[in-house]
């Protein structure tokens, strides 16, 4: 199980202000269509930079909740926010959100979901909280589908393996579409957004993540401490000769409620 503590916190905020992450976050409120004066929903949240994205497009009149279950995330995340009145944070989980039925006009759930054992209840939860008619975008990640060159394909397959290990649904972007449809939800659309990075760079998303992976797997004595350092290291120069490659699909999940 991932926990996300303060230095992983701080690694995912890392990585997530890549420009990357910060095109899927315009993508994600292009898809919203968020309007001033709504009631919006962030769950999973982490460190608030897609709330704060949000807050001045629904306005002075609007209100966007956050809600994240790791402590550590929301503490960041109310430093980003904590001038913007139109903002609250909250800590929970998406399994069980605390707000009446027919609350919100518009949800976001974005890499949350492959932590979530019971995927079903947290989208039924999204479902409940929303308005008719309201709006969800749901991002997730094909971690199966990593493409990467590397010049060790057992240590890489280690890392790979343990971080798919840790996360409840690795490969949770096949299975969503279903489930939207079994849980009522209209107007489902799916878009692909691939990550490409051909080349290593401490601003580009893959390298935050690869460092995080290989942590990871020391963490959990899948490898050694050397054995993430050289594989790093093997990574990096790869650049050198124009060698480096990585990519990974995510896709984005837009439903409306009946």
Not at 145 to 173: E, Q
Not at 231 to 255: E, G, H, P
């Amino acid at each position: 199980m991932v926990i996300y503590d303060k230095k992983a916190a701080q690694n995912i905020e890392l990585s997530y202000q890549t420009p990357e992450i910060a095109r899927q976050r315009i993508q994600t409120l292009e898809a919203l269509a968020l309007r001033a004066g709504e009631y919006v929903l962030d769950a999973g949240c982490g460190t608030g930079l897609l709330v704060h994205a949000m807050s001045s497009t629904i306005g002075s009149q609007g209100r966007i909740v956050g809600v994240d279950l790791s402590h550590d995330m929301l503490e960041l995340a109310k430093d980003r926010c904590s001038e913007l009145g139109n903002v609250e944070l909250e800590q929970g989980s998406v399994t069980q959100l605390d707000f009446d039925d027919n609350s919100f006009d518009a949800a976001s759930c974005i890499q949350t979901l492959l932590y979530v054992d019971d995927v079903e209840t947290a989208l039924s939860e999204l479902y409940r909280v929303l308005k008719p008619g309201g709006r969800v975008a749901i991002i997730e990640t094909d971690w199966r589908g990593v493409v990467l060159n590397s010049p060790d394909d057992i240590t890489t397959r280690k890392i790979l393996d343990a971080w798919d290990a840790a996360v409840s649904s690795p490969n949770l972007p096949v299975k969503l579409t279903p489930l939207l449809k079994q849980l009522n939800f209209s107007a489902i659309k799916t878009t692909a957004i691939p990550i490409l990075n051909t080349s290593y760079s401490d601003v580009n998303f893959s390298s935050g993540m690869l460092e995080y992976f290989s942590t990871y797997a020391v963490k959990n004595k899948v490898i050694t401490s050397d054995d993430a350092q050289l594989w790093m290291k093997q990574i990096r120069d790869l650049s050198t000769t124009d060698s480096y490659f990585f990519c990974v699909n995510r896709f984005l999940f837009t439903a409306v409620k009946v």
